[in-house]
């Protein structure tokens, strides 16, 4: 799944297209790129577009204030900024991406690089040991590389982090951490434990105060747990009015 395919879509969204026509911006796009010359109707080039509808369109019920957020941050942040975004969305849509991140950044934490062969065995840990796990784990991979978050390191299946994209902007920050939220990979946890989450491992996120992170954005909470924790956890259920 390539990044320029989600810049495409959103794109098309904030310019107040409807569905009909982003699908055929879509169609258009992935006519030359993806099942070149084939019209079966499920295939690949259809299956990534339902991707990016219901990343950016069609999202899961409850998703919408999230959504919404997202195309707000979209509309006014830097193109740099994207990458951000599109990696919320598709964390908080599809939490097995998140839940590769995760392993991968944990390794990369750990030892500096991460093997594809360690990143499956601990994703398939986590999922269940199927080969399905395993191929859908590689090619979220292969994703991490086209969009410049993960770089070859020179020894096969191996793979190094990029320069990791400094989030300045606060609200996008506190967006990130609902994403990973939403996604589940992490749970109720600590602000800190969220702003250093592995699962962002393309980030760098500020250092954000609990009243910064409730200010921007009322779908979250934060519970003093032991006297001198706080748990960021997110309220229920996400409606409309949270927006």
Same mark, same amino acid.
């Given at each position: ?6 810049? +495409? ?112 065995? +601990? ?15 590689? +090619?979220?991979?292969? !994703? ?6 993960? +770089? ?40 800190? !434990? ?50």
């Amino acid at each position: 799944m390539r990044l320029d395919w989600f810049e +495409r879509t959103a794109n098309l969204i904030v310019a107040g297209n409807e569905k009909p026509a982003i699908m055929e911006g879509l169609q258009d796009l992935l006519r030359d790129k993806v099942s070149v010359g084939g019209q079966a109707v499920r295939g690949n080039r259809e299956k990534i577009i339902t991707i990016l509808l219901k990343t950016w369109l069609t999202v899961p019920d409850g998703l919408e204030p999230l959504r919404d957020g997202g195309l707000d941050l979209f509309k006014r942040a830097q193109r740099a900024d994207h990458l951000a975004l599109h990696w919320g969305m598709v964390s908080a849509v599809y939490p097995f991406w998140a839940g590769v991140a995760g392993q991968t950044g944990r390794l990369l934490r750990l030892q500096g690089t991460a093997g594809a062969a360690h990143v499956q065995r +601990r994703v398939r840990e986590q999922y269940g040991e199927r080969d399905t796990v395993s191929r859908a784990a590689r +090619r979220v991979l292969r !994703s991490f590389v086209d969009w410049d978050v993960l +770089r070859e390191s020179g020894v096969k299946g191996v793979y190094e982090p990029a320069s990791p994209m400094v989030v300045d902007d606060r609200d996008l920050a506190a967006w990130l951490i609902e994403a990973v939220l939403v996604s589940g990979v992490n749970g109720p946890t600590t602000l800190k !434990s969220l702003t250093e989450s592995t699962a962002l491992f393309p980030f760098r996120l500020p250092r954000l105060s609990a009243g910064e992170l409730v200010g921007s954005t009322k779908r979250l909470d934060v519970i003093t747990h032991n006297l001198d924790e706080e748990l960021v956890v997110l309220k229920r259920p996400l409606t409309a009015q949270d927006t």
